[in-house]
């Protein structure tokens, strides 16, 4: 008999997609978590809309309000150190409830190593399975840690990186995560590769991507054919996403006829934008869904040349809307692009490749809007029901006899 299994996180972690794979076919015990509610409504005034899900009821969830004042720390005193104190009260929570019920642990990173660690000291008999969110720690380092080099203007959003401000007892909690579990689940065939440069075993590792919600980001018709060629980058402005590789490479193109819409959520590194403010940007701020689908209307290409992407959810998103997207190959990109058919994959760190390839679509809108097509079907094979399935598929093929 195939065990359930407990998951563990704070906030709407992936819109709670984990949890209601497990719930939709009856093998969900408990969802662990900080705050969780019947309806969506307020707590304090700082949690909005979020922490509820029709499909997952409060039978499910084993939720603690008081948890919820780490919510209140974080919006007073932004900027203060990640609070691996709550993470620890939920992961060790979690260990409790799987041995009471017999379930399976199946914990996002952040969540797995007091679990994971204690649970044969505690008479934990399941599978310890990660959900491992992030590429491997050690790579993040490594592939961020010249960045103050190249570009020292953005030291704000290189040291607000966690994986550089985490005590190297909590660094070392996270890089062993994936260790001392059992399986490893990732969305990413980037996010695998760096378990497997850390000496993760391939065979314990499953490549589950992500979906998109398809009527939040339906195909949009393009009507900017005449006007300044459009760039949208989406997401936090911030070096881990390539923004200042994106904005070097426009300033390498020396053109007046590009423009670049930044819709810019989560942290800010103010040095970047300073920095190339000589160009023609038009920077956004928690743009609604139907303020985007105005603004991907008058789009020409969609550009995130992140360094390092656990998945990359815009990227499918800018797909859906019919935009062809520019991503690295330290992204998603490789598993839901094919190269210069619907996409487009450029190495990561290369602002001249970059700004080559972005010069040779100026004259080719027409291609763009075609090309764009055929990236909005490619991102209707990428669902959250299909991530939901796969995730049950691979749970289930742990077990087969």
Same mark, same amino acid.
């Given at each position: 008999? $195939?065990?359930?299994?407990?998951?563990?996180?704070?906030?709407?972690?992936?819109?709670?997609?984990?949890?209601?794979?497990?719930?939709? $076919?009856?093998?969900?015990?408990?969802?662990?978590?900080?705050?969780?509610?019947?309806?969506?409504?307020?707590?304090?005034?700082?949690?909005?809309?979020?922490?509820?899900?029709?499909?997952?009821?409060?039978?499910?969830?084993?939720?603690?309000?008081?948890?919820?004042?780490?919510?209140?720390?974080?919006?007073?005193?932004?900027?203060?150190?990640?609070?691996?104190?709550?993470?620890?009260?939920?992961?060790?929570? *979690?260990?409790?409830?799987?041995? +009471?019920?017999?379930?399976?642990?199946?914990?996002?990173?952040?969540? *797995?190593?007091?679990?994971?660690?204690?649970?044969?000291?505690?008479?934990?008999?399941?599978?310890?399975?990660?959900?491992?969110?992030?590429?491997?720690?050690?790579?993040?380092? !490594?592939?961020?840690?010249?960045?103050?080099?190249?570009?020292?203007?953005?030291?704000?959003?290189?040291?607000?990186?966690?994986?550089?401000?985490?005590?190297?007892?909590?660094?070392?909690?996270?890089?062993?995560?994936?260790?001392?579990?059992?399986?490893?689940?990732? *969305?990413?065939?980037?996010?695998?590769?760096? #378990?497997?440069?850390?000496?993760?075993?391939?065979?314990?590792?499953?490549?589950?991507?992500?979906?998109?919600?398809?009527?939040?980001?339906?195909?949009?018709?393009?009507? !900017?054919?005449?006007?300044?060629?459009?760039?949208?980058?989406?997401?936090?402005?911030?070096?881990?996403?390539?923004?200042?590789?994106?904005?070097?490479?426009?300033?390498?193109?020396?053109?007046?006829?590009?423009?670049?819409?930044?819709?810019?959520?989560? !942290?800010?590194?103010?040095?970047?934008?300073?920095?190339?403010?000589?160009?023609?940007?038009?920077?956004?701020?928690?743009?609604?869904?139907?303020?985007? #689908?105005?603004? $991907?209307?008058?789009?020409?290409?969609?550009?995130?040349?992140?360094?390092?992407?656990?998945?990359?959810?815009?990227?499918?998103?800018?797909?859906?809307?019919?935009?062809?997207?520019?991503?690295?190959?330290?992204?998603?990109?490789?598993?839901?692009?094919?190269?210069?058919? +619907?996409?487009?994959?450029?190495?990561?760190?290369?602002?001249?490749?970059?700004?080559?390839?972005?010069?040779?679509?100026?004259?080719?809108? +027409?291609?763009?809007?075609?090309?764009?097509?055929?990236?909005?079907?490619?991102? +209707?094979?990428?669902?959250?029901?299909?991530?939901?399935?796969?995730?049950?598929?691979?749970?289930?093929?742990?077990?087969?006899?």
């Amino acid at each position: 008999m $195939v065990k359930k299994v407990v998951t563990a996180h704070t906030g709407a972690r992936d819109d709670y997609q984990l949890s209601l794979a497990f719930n939709e $076919v009856y093998l969900l015990e408990k969802l662990v978590t900080d705050l969780y509610f019947k309806k969506p409504r307020a707590f304090f005034g700082l949690v909005n809309t979020i922490r509820s899900k029709s499909e997952l009821s409060l039978a499910r969830v084993n939720s603690n309000w008081v948890l919820g004042l780490d919510l209140i720390r974080k919006k007073i005193f932004k900027g203060s150190n990640h609070s691996r104190l709550v993470d620890s009260i939920l992961s060790n929570k *979690a260990l409790n409830i799987a041995i +009471n019920s017999n379930s399976n642990l199946f914990l996002y990173s952040y969540y *797995a190593y007091e679990a994971f660690f204690n649970a044969s000291r505690f008479g934990f008999d399941g599978s310890k399975i990660l959900f491992q969110l992030h590429p491997h720690p050690s790579s993040i380092r !490594n592939i961020l840690g010249n960045e103050v080099e190249r570009y020292p203007f953005c030291l704000q959003s290189i040291n607000s990186e966690l994986e550089f401000h985490l005590s190297e007892m909590d660094l070392y909690k996270l890089k062993n995560e994936s260790v001392i579990a059992d399986y490893v689940f990732v *969305a990413s065939s980037f996010t695998k590769n760096t #378990l497997m440069e850390n000496g993760i075993n391939s065979n314990k590792i499953f490549v589950v991507p992500y979906g998109v919600n398809h009527s939040m980001f339906p195909y949009v018709k393009k009507h !900017n054919t005449k006007g300044k060629f459009t760039i949208l980058f989406m997401g936090q402005m911030v070096q881990r996403k390539g923004l200042a590789d994106l904005l070097y490479s426009v300033e390498l193109l020396k053109s007046s006829n590009l423009k670049v819409i930044i819709c810019g959520r989560g !942290n800010i590194d103010i040095g970047i934008l300073n920095h190339f403010s000589h160009l023609d940007l038009d920077i956004r701020h928690n743009v609604s869904n139907f303020e985007l #689908l105005e603004i $991907v209307k008058e789009v020409n290409l969609f550009v995130m040349p992140s360094l390092v992407e656990g998945f990359g959810h815009v990227i499918l998103e800018a797909m859906s809307m019919g935009l062809v997207p520019i991503t690295t190959s330290n992204t998603c990109g490789p598993d839901v692009i094919t190269d210069e058919l +619907n996409g487009f994959i450029v190495k990561p760190k290369d602002p001249h490749e970059l700004a080559t390839l972005i010069d040779s679509k100026i004259s080719r809108i +027409n291609d763009l809007n075609e090309m764009g097509h055929l990236a909005s079907i490619r991102a +209707n094979e990428f669902s959250w029901e299909k991530f939901r399935n796969s995730i049950i598929f691979n749970y289930l093929s742990l077990y087969e006899d």
